[in-house]
C-alpha cells in the first residue's frame, strides 16, 4: 500500500514540493491536497500584473484541476483545516477526514492590517489573493474613484501601479521619509518616486495613518497630523505575516513562523514545512526563489534522497511595475568598514551602488539598468574577490551585450523579433510566450522548452533577463549550488575533491560514493567523469571510450550529414612539399569534397564516412602526419608568425618557439579545447592575446598571455608575466596548462575559469610560488607521458575496428 | 563474420545481425541495409534496442550518440531519444523509427520491419 501524504495549502510552494517529488517518485505516494482558496494553483505573484490588466487569471494558473485529477491527487478546495490529530494522524477539514503518513504544511502568510479604527469597514482590503485582486478591480470599475493605498513598500506600490492603469486616482501613504526603504537607499528612493509620479502616482511619506473613516463604507483616511484625503478604497499594503497560527495549535514549535530544520521537518519528523510559513535558521522568506529551494528539499527527503539539505538563501528584490528597473540585494547601506562604488547619471536615470567589504561584494541597489543585477547578486553569493575587475565593476559584465546585440541589452526595449539566440535562430517573442504559457522558472526550463541558450550559450545572460523582466526577479536565480548534472547534487568542486581524497579510481567507484541518481550517468556526466578520472590518476585509469563525445571517440569531426573531417598537425603552422603532397593525394583518392584551410594554420579534408578514416589515417601516417586533435577537448594548434628568422621586425625564434610546445602539449586532454600562439613581436601576426595561452615576443625576452578567447565571447588575455628564455615559456606554459586541466570545471574554457577564480590566484600558483610551479610544470609532463600517443596510428593499425565498421551489411 | 552470412530475414522475418559483444556496452552499431541505416544499442544492463539511425530533430545518426539508462542523447543538438519507444525526450517532440529486435543465446536478431506508430523517414 502507498503511504499517505497530505499538504495543507495549496500554493506555490506547496505545490512545488509536490510537482519536485512527482518528478522524484512519482509512485511512492497517495497525496491528498487541501487549499482554502477555491482554485487550482496559481502565481501569486503575478497578482500584480492581473491588477494592472497586463495578464488575465488564466494566464497565471501554474496547475489547473486537470493537473490534480491526472496526477492522482485528491483536492479539496475552499476547505479550511481545523485540526490535525497529530496520535492518530489524520487532518480534519469540516467533515472531510485525511489520514496521513507524512504531512506538509505550507499555510503561508496573511496580510497584516494594522489595527487602527475603522480598518474593518467595507472597502479595506489588503493585497494578497485573487479574492483581493478582484474586489480592486471592481472598486476601479467606478469611474472617478479614489485609492489611498497604505505602505510604500514593495506589494504596495505594485498594488498602486495597477490601480493606478485601472484609472483609479491614488496617493500612497508611507510611514517613513524614503519609499521601499528595505529594498532601496535614498538616491534610488527619490529616483523611483520620480518614475512613478510621472505615472500619476501621488505621495505622502512620513504620514502615520491614525484611522479610517467611514460610516457603512470608507470614506477616508486620517493621518496623525491631523490631514485627512479622501478614499473610496484603502488598501492595506505594509507588511505579511507567517501563518503558523495551525501548527501552533497542535503544538509545533513556532516562533516567527513554523520553525523547521535543514531537511524542512518541524518538531514533529512526520510533518514539514515549506514556503511563507516557516521560520529556518532565524529567518522567514516572502520570495519564491528560496521558497523553491525549500520545496526541492523537502521533496528529496520525501522521496528518500536524504542528500539534499536547504542551508538558507540570500534574497534579491526585483519591482514587478512595467517600465520601472530596479533591483537591490545584501547590505547596499554599508558601514565604516565598507567601501561604496557609486554610479549616477540622472541624465539616463542611471544608479548603481555596489557596497563592497575586503574586495568582496556585501550587497548592491541598482535603478534604471538592472541587467548585471544577477551578475552582482552571484558574485556576492559566492564571495568572489572583485579585485581583479573591480576598475570595470560598475560598468557591469560584458558576456551580455556578445552575439550581435551591441550595447542593446535592454531586454525591455527589444522588438518581439529581436533574435535573442543566434545559435538556434530564438526570438524575444517565442521566449516569451514559453515562459508565460508553459509557466517556466528556469533558465534550465526556458532552454529545454526554446532551446534558447542551449548552445554556445553566449545569450545566457540576455535570456536570465528577459526570464527576470517576464515573471519578476526572483525566478531566474540559479540555486547557490551548481551540480555537476541532474545525476548528483554535489559539484564539480566537491567530485574532483572527492576523486583525489578518496582514490576514487573509476566512474563507478565516483558514482557509488557520490550516490549517483542514475546507475550509468548521462550524457553530461560522463564525459566530464571520464576527463577528471583521466587528469587526477594518468597512467592508471583506463579511458572509457563510451564516455566520450562521438569526435573523441572517432578521432574526427562528426559533420552535420553525419559525414567527418580530418586535421592532421601541422607543428607551428609550417609544412613541407612532402606533407602538402600527401595531403593532395589523400583529397584526390578519397574523393574529399572540400579542403579547407583552418582558423588554427592546417588543412582540413571533409566529407568523408567513418569507414574511410582507418585507411586515411593509414596513408596520412606514412607521410608522418599525425592527428591534429581537432575534435578534442585538448591541445589543439599553436598558431605561430615566421618571427625572427624571416621578419625584419621579429625579435625571437617564435616559429621554432611554436613547434617546441607543440612537441610539448601535444595529446594532452583539457576541460575544454586549448588553443595557444607565438608572435615574433608586439605587432602580435599570431593572434596570441586570443588565445588560451599565447606568446607575444619582445626584444627583451617573452610576454606570457593568458585566459584569451577569439570565439563565443571575444576576452583579450590578461597579462601573465615577462620571462627571459625560450625554456622558462615552455616550463610556465606547461604549469599554466596543468593548473587548467586540474582546476576547472569540464567544459569550461580558460576565460571563465580565469574569471571565476581571478588572475590573482593563477599568478600566485604560477609566478609568485617557484615551487609551486614547477611541482605543476612535473605534473604535467608526467601525464603526457601517458597522453602522448597518436591515436590515428592505432586505429589504421586496426585498433577500435568495431567504432568504424557496420556490425552488418544487408542486401 | 559469421559463417554463410544471412543476408535475408528468415520466414519470420528475423535476420542475425551478430553477437551481443560486438555492440560496446552503453553503445551502438550499425546495420546498413537499402533501406538506410538502422542502429542497434546495447545498454549497461545488456538490453539491445533497433531505431531508425536519424534523430527527429535533424536527422543526426544516433548510433553516434552517448547511450545512457535507456536514452541515447544524439551527437549533433543533444536531443534524448528513448531507446525502448523511439520517442523524444520531452519537452522536445518527435521520433525515431523502431524496430523489433531480439537476443536469442548471446546473438542478435533484428527485424527490417519498422513497429507502427512513429512514421519511418
Redesign the interface.
Known sequence: MKEKLVLIGNGMAGVRALEELLKLAPEQYEITVFGGEPYGNYNRIMLSPVLAGEKTLDQIMLNDEQWYVDNGITLHKGKWVDNIDRARRVVHAGDVCAPYDRLILATGSNPFVIPVPGHDLKGVISFRDIADVDAMLQAASRPGRRAVVIGGGLLGLEAANGLAKQGMDVTVVHLMDSLMERQLDKPAAELLRASLEAKGLKFLLEAQTEAILGEARVEGVRFKDGQEVPADLVVMAVGIRANYQLAERIGLHCERGVVVNDTMQTFDPRIYAVGECVQHRGQTYGLVAPLFEQAKVCANHLAHIGIARYEGSITSTKLKVTGIDLFSAGDFIGDEQTESLVLQDPGRGLYKKVVLKDNRIQGAVMYGDTIDGTWYFELMRDGTDVSDFRDSLLFGQAHLGDSGHGDDNRVAAMADSAEICGCNGVCKGEIVTAITQKNLFTLEDVRAHTKASSSCGSCTGLVEALLAHTVGGDYSQSPAKKPLCPCTEFTHDEIRAGIRDHDLKSMAAVRDFFEWKAPDGCSKCRPALNYYLLCQWPGEYQDDSQSRFINERAHANIQKDATYSVIPRMWGGGTTPQELRAIADVAEKYSVRMVHVTGGQRLALYGLTKEQLPQIWGDLTQAGLVSGHAYGKALRTVKTCVGREWCRFGTQDSTALGIELEKMTWGSWTPHKFKMAASGCPRNCAEATIKDFGVVCVDSGYELHVGGNGGVKVRATDLLCHVDTAQQVLDYCAAFMQLYREEAHYLERTAPWIERVGLSYVKAKIVDDSASREALTQRFHHAQQFAQDDPWAARAKGAEAHEFTPIKQVG | MNQAEQ??PDAAGW?E??RIE??????A??????GG?IA?FR??EDEVFALRDRCPH????LS??????R?V?C????W?IHLDSGLAVA??EGCAARFPVKVDAGVIYLS?TPDEGCPDR
Open positions: 543476408r535475408v535476420l545481425v551478430g560486438d555492440i560496446p556496452a552503453l553503445g552499431r550499425v546495420v546498413r541495409t537499402p541505416d542497434v545498454n549497461a535533424k536527422g543526426g545518426p553516434q550518440g552517448i547511450v545512457h539508462g536514452r542523447a551527437p549533433l543538438h543533444d534524448k519537452p522536445d527490417l
